[in-house]
C-alpha cells in the first residue's frame, strides 16, 4: 500500500498522496516554526488558504489570531483603513478611533489573499509592515509596533507582474522568502480518488445522506476530467453528487453535465507510407552508417555484392563519411 498523506488539523484535512501535495506538507511542516513570510502560489481553488491555515496552525503563534483578508474583494478606499485602521475624522464616515486588521492580527499570523491586486500606494504600507513592523492609522501621525507574521497567496505570476511594472520589486523580494507553489489538480491525479472518498465521508455526515459508491464510469469521468477550479470543483461535484442521489450509489447520472462523459480521442497520427526505394534508400544509409561507412562489410551485411552497394549509392545520392 502506498503512504497516504493525511494531515488533520482541527476540523480539516489535507488529503492527498501525490509527490506534489507532499512537497506541500513538507515544506509547510519546515516553515511553521519560523516567522519567516511566505508565499504561496496557485490557481484558484488548489488548497493556498488550507496551507496557509495549516502553518498557522503548526507555528508558536496557534493560540493568537488568524486573520484572513482577500485584497482584491475590498474597494482601495477602504482597504487601507481596514488594514491599518483610522483616526476619528480622518474622512468624512470615521466617527471614531477604528483599529485596523493588521493591529487585531498582533502576535497572530496574517493572511493576505490575492496579494497581486494590492495598489501600489498599500504596497508601500505593506513593505513597511513587514520590514519595520509598523503601522500608521489613516489620518493619524502616530506609528505603532505590530508582531505579525504574514502569508501570502496569490494565482497570479507575481514575478510577471514586477516586469510589468504592476507589483513592486521591493516587496516582491520581501514577500517571496519561501515560495510554497501548490501544482493544479490536473497535475497530480493520483489524489482523486482520495478527495472523492474524503468529501463523501464529509458531506454523508454534513447532509446526513449515505452515499457511498461510485460507479466506474463515473470514476473514469472524473479521473479524466480537468478541473479548472481544482479541488474546489472536485468538491463541489461530490457535493452536487451527494444531493442528487437517490440510492447509495453515485453514476455518471449524478455528476454534473460539464464533466465530460468522454475524454477527446487524441488526434490520430498521420500514417506514414513509403515506396520501396525509399525504404531500400533508408535501409542503405542506415546500414553504412552502422558499419561507419565501410562498403565491404555494409554490402556483407545487406546480403549483396559491394559493387551492387556502390551502384545503389549513387542512385541514391548516399556520400560515405570517410
Ligand atoms: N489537499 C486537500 N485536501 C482536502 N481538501 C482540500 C485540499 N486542497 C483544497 N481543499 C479544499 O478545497 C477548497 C478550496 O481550498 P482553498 O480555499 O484553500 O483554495 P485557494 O487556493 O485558497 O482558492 P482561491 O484561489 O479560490 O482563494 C477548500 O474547501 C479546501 O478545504
Ligand atoms: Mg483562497
Redesign the pocket.
Known amino acids: 500500500m502506498e503512504q497516504i498523506v493525511v494531515e488533520t488539523y482541527l476540523a ?5 498522496k501525490s509527490a506534489a ?1 507532499k512537497k506541500v506538507i513538507d515544506l509547510a511542516k519546515k516553515v511553521a516554526p519560523t516567522d519567516s513570510t511566505i508565499l504561496i502560489s ?1 490557481e ?7 496551507i496557509a491555515r495549516y502553518i498557522h496552525h503548526l507555528s508558536p503563534r496557534q493560540d493568537k489570531s488568524f486573520v484572513a483578508l482577500n485584497c482584491g474583494a475590498i474597494p482601495e478606499t477602504l482597504l487601507e483603513s481596514e488594514l491599518f485602521g483610522h483616526k476619528k475624522g480622518a474622512f468624512t464616515d470615521a466617527v471614531a478611533d477604528k483599529k485596523g486588521l493588521f493591529e487585531e492580527a498582533n502576535d497572530g499570523t496574517f493572511f493576505l ?1 490575492e496579494v497581486g491586486e494590492l495598489s501600489s500606494s498599500t504596497q508601500v504600507k505593506l513593505l513597511r509592515v513587514i520590514e519595520n513592523h509598523e503601522i500608521r492609522p489613516v489620518g493619524s501621525t502616530e506609528i505603532k509596533k505590530v508582531n505579525i507574521r504574514i502569508i501570502a ?1 496569490t ?1 497570479k505570476d507575481l514575478a510577471e507582474a514586477v516586469k510589468n511594472g504592476r507589483f513592486r520589486e521591493d516587496l516582491f523580494f520581501r514577500i517571496n522568502v519561501i515560495q510554497i507553489h501548490i501544482p493544479p489538480l490536473r497535475e497530480r491525479k493520483e489524489d482523486v480518488p482520495l ?1 472523492i472518498a ?1 468529501f463523501l465521508r464529509r458531506y454523508n455526515q454534513q447532509f446526513k445522506k449515505e452515499v457511498t459508491d461510485i460507479s466506474d464510469e463515473a470514476m473514469t469521468m472524473l479521473m479524466n476530467y480537468d478541473y479548472p477550479g481544482n ?2 470543483e472536485l ?1 463541489n461535484i461530490v457535493q452536487h453528487a451527494i444531493v442528487v442521489a437517490e440510492g447509495s450509489m453515485i453514476s455518471k447520472n449524478e455528476l454534473p453535465s460539464f464533466v465530460p462523459a468522454r475524454q477527446s480521442l487524441p488526434e490520430p497520427v498521420e500514417p506514414i507510407f513509403k515506396t520501396m526505394e525509399e525504404m531500400e534508400k533508408d535501409i542503405v544509409r542506415e546500414t553504412l552508417l552502422k558499419c561507419h561507412g565501410n562498403q565491404s562489410l555494409s554490402a556483407k551485411k545487406l546480403g549483396i555484392g559491394r559493387t551492387t552497394l556502390i551502384r545503389k549509392m549513387k542512385k541514391y545520392n548516399i556520400g560515405v563519411r570517410s
Open positions: 480539516e484535512g489535507i488529503v492527498g501535495i496557485g484558484t481553488g488548489v488548497g493556498k488558504e488550507l489573499d497567496a494565482n478527495l474524503y479541488v474546489r468538491e
